[in-house]
């Protein structure tokens, strides 16, 4: 079993950045794919981005290509997300999530195995 805690979280203005972790631990997830997903109020999760198990491949949302930038310590056990030029429409509960039998990413949420409970982002305008 694999559990994931995300941090780095928090109320920024527009503009600003934050950086996100998620830290595994049970098993490593050095094997997995791994992925941001996001929900907003009112609003179904959506997928942000995703890297494969060797952090070579990754593949992000239009919306935020360019301003977001997932990454990966296999080491660590631990998945990053940096998010620059936020927007007041990137605010959001953020969840991160790790597909056992997959490794490169993928954008769909029914493929992950394991979620963590999320964190929440605001951008202020």
């Known amino acids: 079993q694999v559990q994931l805690v995300e941090s780095g979280g928090g109320l920024v203005q527009a503009g600003g950045s934050l950086r996100l972790s998620c830290a595994a631990s049970g098993r490593t997830v050095g094997s997995y794919a791994m992925g941001w997903f996001r929900q907003a109020p009112g609003k179904e999760r959506e997928f942000v981005a995703a890297?494969?198990?060797?952090?070579?491949?990754?593949t992000y949302t239009d919306s935020v290509k360019g301003r977001f930038t997932i990454s990966r310590d296999n080491a660590m056990n631990t998945v990053y997300l940096q998010m620059d030029f936020l927007k007041p429409e990137d605010t959001a509960v953020y969840y991160c999530?790790?597909?056992?039998?997959?490794?490169?990413?993928?954008?769909?949420?029914?493929?992950?195995?394991?979620w963590g409970r999320g964190t929440q982002v605001t951008a202020s305008s």
């Open positions: 890297i494969s198990w060797s952090g070579g491949t990754t």
């Open positions: 999530a790790a597909a056992r039998t997959a490794a490169v990413p993928i954008p769909r949420a029914s493929s992950y195995d394991y």
